[in-house]
């Protein structure tokens, strides 16, 4: 079975269909206005009636409101909101029950101490997503193009699927799955030519190595 792959970061339609055409699962969509990937509400409204109706929507928030994850959701139809924050297993529960989504919860990881953490989240989640830490200094929980041990994945027990970012681009992917045994994969900064901007070729590169991971 080929790896399945998360394309997050995306802001156009071009790149939104291209993704989905080499066979993008999911689609992520980030409302964080401090990442070079930032989509207002505004932009996604517009995106929306472009967007393929092969994969699923994903936004992703950072400690954000509850009315602003609703005009998010309602602006882009998501199938699932993922947090990336200090979010709570209440918080959870009120977006799940609320809006009807599904809701991934991201990881920063340094050491294994950080994955167990995650398994507290288990009953309340859909998904986890594992990235690496953020560097010192970084503005940004994600897509710092970093990563961290992935042999740290092998084996876990975590009761939810969860997704491996961090760093991610065509040429490691294949020993990234090796290493952790992950079957989903987030990548963002890996398939740009600069931060927020989205390379056609190197997403269809990083698409063609997953469908031959094996």
């Known amino acids: 079975m080929s790896v399945r792959v998360k394309v997050c970061g995306i802001r156009d339609a071009v790149h939104a269909n291209l993704a989905a055409f080499y066979g993008a699962r999911w689609l992520g969509f980030v409302f964080f206005d401090r ?18 109706r092969s994969t699923e929507r994903v936004g992703v928030f950072v400690n954000e409101d509850h009315d602003m994850i609703e005009a998010a959701v309602d602006a882009l139809d998501l199938d699932w909101v993922q947090l990336h924050g200090d979010e709570t297993p209440e918080d959870v529960i009120a977006l799940k029950d609320d809006f009807g989504v599904s809701v991934i919860k ?40 970093v990563s961290f041990p992935w042999e740290l994945m092998q084996g876990q027990t975590l009761g939810r699927p969860w997704l491996l970012a961090g760093g991610l681009t065509a040429e490691n992917l294949p020993e990234a799955v090796k290493a952790s045994g992950a079957i989903a994969v987030d990548v963002s900064s890996g398939v740009e030519s600069a931060p ?14 997953a469908k031959a991971v094996r």
Do not use: C, M
């Open 35 to 52: 990442s070079p990937r930032h989509l207002t509400l505004g932009e996604a409204r517009a995106l929306r009636p472009h967007l393929p």
């Open 106 to 145: 991201a990881f920063g990881v340094r050491d294994a101490a950080d994955i167990k953490a995650a398994k507290a989240f288990a009953p309340y989640v859909d998904a986890f997503l594992f990235d690496a830490k953020p560097p010192e200094g970084a503005t940004l929980p994600g897509g710092n193009a």
């Open 196 to 209: 927020g901007q989205k390379s056609s070729d190197k997403i269809e590169a990083f698409l063609r190595a």
